[in-house]
């Protein structure tokens, strides 16, 4: 028997003989192409914006692995890198709450879900702005999340009030200092996160130029016995916070080792600083597993943290699937499969049960996309939520003989929907925010139609007016951050179709749409290979016309409906058009009902439930 042939019937084996070891319902992996790890002294998985998506994608193959499969995966990497003689590190880099039914849909949000997470040893841990956002949120990282992972847990520049004693107290340890058991390499580590404003007032996020002036900080990057410096941060890896990290460490350090694990953006991304210092991002929602190695690393106090001759750097995203992870850990059915990971897998499944999280709102008659199709279009999701249920949702609330424009932001949206079931935790995965919407009565409707030209064409001019509101905060983040846009053809192919591995290494036309990252280190970092998904980018925001046609007279005056989270850049652009607004001028809209509830409602009532 050929190589090629071995690999292709490995490949299937191990995905007929893993595929059922994630959530029921959960689909089948893919066979494809995969790259394989190179490995080093120094290993680390990474995770980053899980955002609740602990049970996987179960419309998505790719993604279809869930939290107890990856806490097998760990173990499993772990006992590799021990036969290796090498080390491996977890990194978790924050925003594991809000965003999917798992985290959002418990009361209070989270129980479930903090729990789970307890259940993986991660050796560097930190908050991101999602923590924060709610004061009882920012509580619970304190006084729950934190303690779970001791000293691991680190905020370099994050204070919060001690809900006991009333006290400003540091999140969590500023920073640690390790020895890794095989290889013996002395780490400093620390846990930033990016410049944020949104908090809830009972935290404190002191800006990263700031909090690198601070004495510990300087005092601890001096530290003399030290191979690496490791940084992790719900930072993007390009972005002012992190360049100046690196360039105070390398005022005072100018030849060791520095590794970076960020997130926030949600997207794939490798950076290289310099040639010691490298930076790692690793997606969103549980899609990506990061994978980094670095070689040539002076350890045990040999050397005094000069790096040896031969330093190297290495990345690969995992797509978070039984596929990937039965070849990169060697294992099959019997040997992949761990209690501890089959324990928390069948905790989501009951968890999932309790929350009634597969509970059927409608089925979906087609997908819909936010990025992958272009808008305005029959694939939009914003075309769809524009044209459909935003007339739906004003007109049940609007005022008699009135006419209403109603305005939504693109990042309000943060995820598509599928052909298919749409369920209770399809609603949260669709948006997961809890604001609703506000109304402004009897605008002179000569503004109000200018209020989304300006918010989506006239960003500086907004943004010279007021600096804090930056109009890229309004579509979703992976537009916010694409560093390029993709048209391809393939975006109408279904996921769920199976594809065999031997065809696919035969014929690239036939290779599964799915990640095809760039980045510092090139076009090889994905583990799976894939072709290119669709890439479209959004608007700011959408805007719904009620009670207004091209062929009636236009109203003088109308009511400007809009989420409570563009508030402000929706009375900043009525101020710039000379109406003199101000928030107690809003009223609350549709009985203060988060936009999550109404659109589930508009499913309920106009979608077949029969699938």
Same mark, same amino acid.
């Given at each position: 028997? $050929? ?6 019937l490995?490949?299937?084996?191990? =995905?007929?003989?893993?595929?059922r ?6 689909p ?13 002294q120094l290993n /680390?998985l990474?995770?980053?914006d ?7 994608h %179960? ?9 107890g $499969?990856?806490i ?7 006992? !590799?890198a021990?036969?290796?003689?090498? $080390?491996? %590190?977890?990194?978790?880099t924050? #925003? ?5 039914g798992?985290?959002?849909?418990? $009361?209070?949000p989270?129980v479930?879900? &903090? ?12 908050? @991101?702005n999602?923590?924060?956002y ?12 934190a ?16 809900? +006991?004693?009333?006290?400003w ?6 920073y640690?200092?390790?020895t890794?058991?095989n290889?013996?390499?002395?780490? =400093?580590a ?6 944020f ?5 009972n ?12 004495k510990?900080?300087q ?5 003399k016995?030290l191979?690496l410096i490791?940084?992790i941060?719900?930072v993007p890896?390009?972005? !002012?916070?992190?360049t100046?990290?690196?360039n105070?460490?390398r005022k005072?350090?100018?030849?060791i ?6 997130g ?5 991304d490798?950076?290289k ?10 997606g969103?929602y549980?899609e990506?597993?990061?994978?980094m190695?670095?070689?040539g690393?002076? &350890?045990? @106090?040999?050397?005094?943290?000069a790096?040896k001759s031969g330093?190297?750097f290495?990345?690969?995203?995992? #797509? ?5 992870y039965?070849h990169h ?22 968890a999932?049960k309790?929350?009634k999280?597969d509970a059927?709102? @409608? ?15 029959n694939d ?23 006419s209403?424009l109603?305005?939504i ?9 599928? +052909? ?12 997961? /925010?809890?604001g609703?919407?506000r109304?402004l ?8 139609k ?5 918010i ?5 001019i907004?943004?010279?007016a007021a600096?804090?509101?930056q109009?890229?905060?309004?579509v979703p ?6 560093r390029?846009? %993709?048209?391809?053809?393939t975006?109408?192919?279904?996921l ?14 036939? %290779?599964?749409p799915?990640?095809t ?11 799976t290979?894939?072709?290119?998904l ?12 009620? @009670? ?5 007279e ?5 009511d400007?409906?809009?989420?409570e989270?563009i508030?402000?850049?929706v009375?900043?652009?009525?101020q710039?058009l000379?109406? #003199?607004y ?5 009223r609350?809209?549709?009985a203060?009902k988060s ?5 589930s ?8 439930k029969d699938?």
């Amino acid at each position: 028997m $050929d190589r090629s042939s071995a690999v292709i019937l490995f490949a299937l084996f191990t =995905l007929v003989s893993l595929g059922r070891a994630a959530q029921p319902g959960a689909p089948l992996p893919f066979s494809a192409p995969l790259r394989e790890l190179t490995w080093g002294q120094l290993n /680390f998985l990474h995770t980053t914006d899980v955002h609740g998506w602990h049970a996987g994608h %179960l419309q998505e193959p790719s993604y279809s692995a869930d939290w107890g $499969d990856y806490i097998s995966f760990a173990h499993h990497m772990t006992s !590799k890198a021990g036969e290796l003689g090498a $080390d491996l %590190l977890l990194v978790d880099t924050g #925003d594991r709450v809000e965003g999917n039914g798992l985290y959002d849909a418990s $009361d209070p949000p989270g129980v479930f879900t &903090s729990d789970l997470v307890r259940r993986l040893t991660i050796d560097v841990i930190c908050s @991101g702005n999602h923590e924060l956002y709610k004061q009882n949120t920012s509580e619970r990282e304190y006084t729950v999340t934190a303690p779970n992972f001791k000293g691991n847990y680190l905020a370099s520049n994050i204070d919060i009030i001690d809900p +006991k004693s009333g006290d400003w107290v540091p999140l969590a340890p500023r920073y640690r200092t390790f020895t890794t058991p095989n290889q013996g390499v002395r780490i =400093l580590a620390l846990g930033f996160l990016f410049d944020f404003t949104g908090n809830a007032n009972n935290t404190i996020v002191q800006p990263v130029e700031e909090t690198i002036e601070e004495k510990w900080f300087q005092d601890s990057i001096r530290i003399k016995e030290l191979d690496l410096i490791l940084v992790i941060g719900h930072v993007p890896v390009r972005s !002012k916070e992190f360049t100046a990290i690196f360039n105070a460490i390398r005022k005072v350090r100018w030849d060791i080792p520095i590794q970076f694990f960020g997130g926030h953006t949600h997207i794939r991304d490798f950076v290289k600083y310099d040639a010691g210092a490298y930076a790692l991002e690793s997606g969103r929602y549980m899609e990506t597993i990061g994978f980094m190695s670095i070689d040539g690393l002076t &350890s045990a @106090g040999k050397g005094g943290g000069a790096p040896k001759s031969g330093l190297s750097f290495n990345r690969r995203y995992i #797509d978070n699937n039984l596929f990937s992870y039965g070849h990169h850990s060697g294992r099959n059915a019997t040997t992949f499969p761990t209690e501890k990971g089959g324990n928390v897998t069948k905790l989501i499944s009951e968890a999932r049960k309790s929350l009634k999280l597969d509970a059927l709102q @409608g089925c979906a008659p087609q997908n819909y996309w936010l990025n992958r199709a272009p808008y305005p279009s029959n694939d939009s999701i914003l075309s769809w939520l524009g044209d459909k249920v935003l007339p739906d949702i004003v007109k049940q609330e609007a005022r008699e003989n009135t006419s209403t424009l109603a305005i939504i932001n693109s990042g309000a949206l943060r995820f598509d929907i599928f +052909k298919g079931p749409f369920t209770v935790d399809t609603t949260y995965s669709v948006s997961p /925010f809890t604001g609703g919407f506000r109304r402004l009565k009897n605008v002179p409707f000569a503004a109000a139609k200018q209020v989304i030209t300006l918010i989506n064409n006239e960003g500086p001019i907004l943004e010279a007016a007021a600096p804090e509101l930056q109009v890229s905060s309004l579509v979703p983040p992976e537009q916010r951050y694409a560093r390029y846009d %993709l048209f391809e053809e393939t975006a109408s192919r279904d996921l769920a179709d199976q594809q065999p591995l031997s065809v696919a290494l035969r014929n690239e036309d036939s %290779l599964k749409p799915g990640y095809t990252t760039t980045d510092d280190g090139g076009d090889d970092g994905d583990d799976t290979v894939h072709s290119a998904l669709s890439f479209y980018r959004v608007p700011n925001c959408v805007q719904a016309e009620v @009670g207004i046609s091209e062929s009636s007279e236009e109203p003088s005056k109308v009511d400007l409906v809009y989420l409570e989270f563009i508030q402000p850049y929706v009375l900043l652009a009525l101020q710039y058009l000379g109406q #003199d607004y101000k928030e107690d001028d809003t009223r609350d809209f549709a009985a203060r009902k988060s936009f999550t509830e109404l659109i589930s409602a508009w499913v309920g009532e106009h979608w077949d439930k029969d699938c």
